[in-house]
């Protein structure tokens, strides 16, 4: 069983719709959480980081963390086809803060 | 402007050859890392340095090394002995300790090995 479980997609929603993306993991001494975003053959660009359990919220971007289920999602809100990428989840523990685990990633695709 | 170079972009090389990615940073971050990313997997950790002069192995070292002379830059050597080198090879940086888990990555480099 992978650390880190993220389900691959595609994911294809219309345009102004709102986007749920989600990760499953084991290690419950993960305590870091983040959402990167991916273009197409380009490097991730952190979106989201939150520490421990309960809601961030950025814009039209909500990360929330809910260790008991160790389960956590990233919501898109008013999508756009700007939108369209790849979404890694990634977490880090405690005592390992360099060594952050990484979902496979789920290609969003927004439709106009 | 700062940021994380890494180049070439597209790297093209014949089987039993070394080569070598370059990455360079300057924002003034202690720490810097390099990972793979094949197609349908998440990336992966080969080798991060936390200060100048020191590394570790990450999860896939066989067939890379890496020196780590100067805080800005880490490059990556791919030898002949790494089993299956085509892959998009990523570097990325982070203020380190505590805050080593906010990384951020460069544009990658694409090798293709034939």
Known sequence: QKEVEQDPGPLSVPEGAIVSLNCTYSNSAFQYFMWYRQYSRKGPELLMYTYSSGNKEDGRFTAQVDKSSKYISLFIRDSQPSDSATYLCAMSSYSSASKIIFGSGTRLSIRP | ?114
Not at chain 2, 62 to 72: L, T
Not at chain 2, 95 to 103: D, F, K, L, P, V
Request: aromatic letters at 12%.
């Open chain 2, 1 to 114: 402007d700062g940021g994380i170079t890494q180049s070439p972009k597209y790297l093209f090389r014949k089987e039993g050859q070394n080569v070598t990615l370059s990455c360079e940073q300057n924002l003034n971050h202690d720490a810097m890392y390099w990972y793979r990313q094949d197609p349908g997997q998440g990336l992966r950790l080969i080798y991060y340095s936390q200060i100048v002069n020191d590394f570790q192995k990450g999860d896939i070292a066989e067939g890379y090394s890496v020196s780590r002379e100067k805080k800005e830059s880490f490059p990556l050597t791919v030898t002949s002995a790494q089993k299956n080198p085509t892959a998009f090879y990523l570097c990325a940086s982070s203020s380190g300790g505590m805050a080593s888990n906010e990384q951020y990555f460069g544009p990658g480099t694409r090798l293709t090995v034939t």
